[in-house]
Nanobody, 118 residues
Framework: QVQLVESGGGLVQAGGSLRLSCAAS????????MGWFRQAPGKERELVAG???????VYADSVKGRFTISADNAKNTVNLRMDSLKPEDTAVYYCAVQSVVDTEYTYWGQGTQVTVSS
């Protein structure tokens, strides 16, 4: 089992920045990748950014150049730096983990609200 604790989020004006943080505990030795998803009201959940244990990253096209994901494997944490925020970035952001024995993200945090005012 992997437990995730998220922090960050809040209200920010368009063009501003926020940093989300996520700390994993439990069977952290089994983590293959950590990522951030988001879900806006009335919309499907989508992958925002992901990073694996080797440092490879992937970003949604909508956030490329604005968001940066980073991880500290020793501390089992992952961060998401969000710059140049837009109102359409408003959503609940979830930290997630993919285990080495799984083919998809299976562990989830409770989510943190990000609201960007226009």
């Amino acid at each position: 089992q992997v437990q995730l604790v998220e922090s960050g989020g809040g209200l920010v004006q368009a063009g501003g920045s926020l940093r989300l943080s996520c700390a994993a505990s439990g069977r952290t030795f089994s983590i293959y990748a950590m990522g951030w998803f988001r879900q806006a009201p009335g919309k499907e959940r989508e992958l925002v950014a992901g990073i694996n244990s080797g440092g490879s990253t992937v970003y949604a096209d909508s956030v490329k150049g604005r968001f940066t994901i980073s991880a500290d494997n020793a501390k089992n944490t992952v961060n998401l730096r969000m710059d140049s925020l837009k109102p359409e970035d408003t959503a609940v952001y979830y930290c997630a983990v993919q285990s080495v024995v799984d083919t998809e993200y299976t562990y989830w945090g409770q989510g943190t609200q990000v609201t960007v005012s226009s």
